[in-house]
């Protein structure tokens, strides 16, 4: 996967690298930042603790360790390889039509915030039935088992193997999320979509209570490639694998106080799959248009981002009348990755966070007329949002 931000990473990320190369834990940390640490060890622990009975004896390769890992199984063409290629590949929808069918499994490290993997397991494997498969370095990570349920199809089958699979795992990995994708909405009225999700949920539910589990961690999404929905329920996965998440919320629920924001998510760029949101409902056309705005962004980046200007031109753009260095004439110093649009009376504003990330806002008419102070409250999260990634990365 090409980073297509790669010429502002390049501007801007590099220094991010080598200070969390050189950041001590403890040292020089605020009284928040420390607390953050202090949290998050006992937290880590606990789990740790709560996990040892589990925890399977063989150590994952070191390569992999810490890694979330995100495994994609369920029926043959069910649109396991099309999910991975259009959230993570930039695919378009519509090219999946020529995706063959997976023969083995497909695994791919994301450079993101977090770097987790994704296995796309071809559909006729049954994981339980095969001897080969290493069971305990499958699930042994921390991660979400996703099963891709074709609703466009008879899903009998399928549902049936999800039972067996969840009832597998709930034994010996009770920890590890499940998430079914309902997928290939599209083109199904509503009504039938709800239909079928409850027809799904009952079965499913049914099924584990009679074997005892009455509180499995599944949870059901109606998923589609060709609209946002797929993007929404990746999100939606990975917000559950953030540690801390509530903190990270409260930033944004904080952030959108203060700067009277309508709406402000933090993305991670390269896949749009946004990480956290503020408190305030999220709805589907604000996400879009946050999404869409990122699409904006990046691609007059790619024409502009890396340009280096010439002295001369340089020299005409702080010469008269403005006679001001060209990073005072703008409102951060990062002018390339900060912009402000309008759509309709409302502006949004983007604000690179790290090479991965990015905050995304949709802020009300008057806002803007005080961009200043909006420019100055945003500077701040960002550099919690920093201090927050480089304490919980890594741990
Ligand atoms: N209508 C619709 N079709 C989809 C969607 N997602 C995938 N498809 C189609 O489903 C077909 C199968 O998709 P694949 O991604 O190859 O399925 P798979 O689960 O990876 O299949 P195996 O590799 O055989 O296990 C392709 O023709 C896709 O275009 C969707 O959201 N809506």
Known sequence: MSSRLRGRDILHGQDDDAQSSQAQPGAALSPAQQNLTRVFEQNRHKQQ???????????????????????????RRSGKSSISSVVFHKLPPSETLFLESTARIQKDSMPSFMDFQV????????????????????????????????????????????????????????????????????????????????DITIRIQDEL???????APVTFHLTS???????????????????RLGILEAMLTNLCRTCRFE???LFDVLSKIYIATDS???????????????????????????????????EN???????????????????ESCMVLSDGNKPIMLREVDKYLALVAIMKEDSYDKMPLVNMNVEVVVQG???????????
């Open 49 to 75: 603790k709560q996990n040892g009975a589990k925890a399977p004896e063989q150590a994952p390769e070191a390569s992999t360790k810490g890694k979330p890992r995100l495994l994609l199984m369920g029926q």
């Open 119 to 198: 296995w796309d397991f071809p559909g006729q494997i049954d994981i339980f039935e095969n001897p080969t498969f290493d069971i305990d370095a499958m699930f042994g990570e921390i991660g979400a088992l996703i099963w891709v349920i074709d609703a466009q199809d008879d899903y009998m089958e399928a549902v049936a193997r999800l039972n067996v699979t969840i009832l597998n795992l709930q034994r010996s990995y009770p920890n590890i999320k499940i998430e079914v994708f309902i997928h290939k909405v599209d083109g199904l009225s509503d009504d039938y979509k709800l239909d079928i999700q409850r």
């Open 209 to 215: 209570s009679d074997h005892g589990f009455e509180n």
């Open 225 to 243: 490639i060709y609209n946002h929905s797929i993007f929404e329920a990746f999100s939606k996965v990975i917000q559950k694998l953030i540690p």
């Open 263 to 265: 709406k402000a998510y």
């Open 280 to 314: 305030a409902p999220a709805d589907m056309a604000s996400y879009e248009i946050c999404s869409d705005y990122i699409d904006v962004i990046i691609d007059v980046t790619e024409v502009y981002g890396g340009w280096q200007r010439s002295p001369r031109y340089r």
């Open 317 to 335: 753009l702080e010469g008269p009348p403005w006679n001001q260095k060209l990073e005072d004439q703008v409102a951060t110093n990062w002018a």
């Open 385 to 395: 949002l920093k201090d927050f990634f480089e304490i919980t990365k890594s741990k």
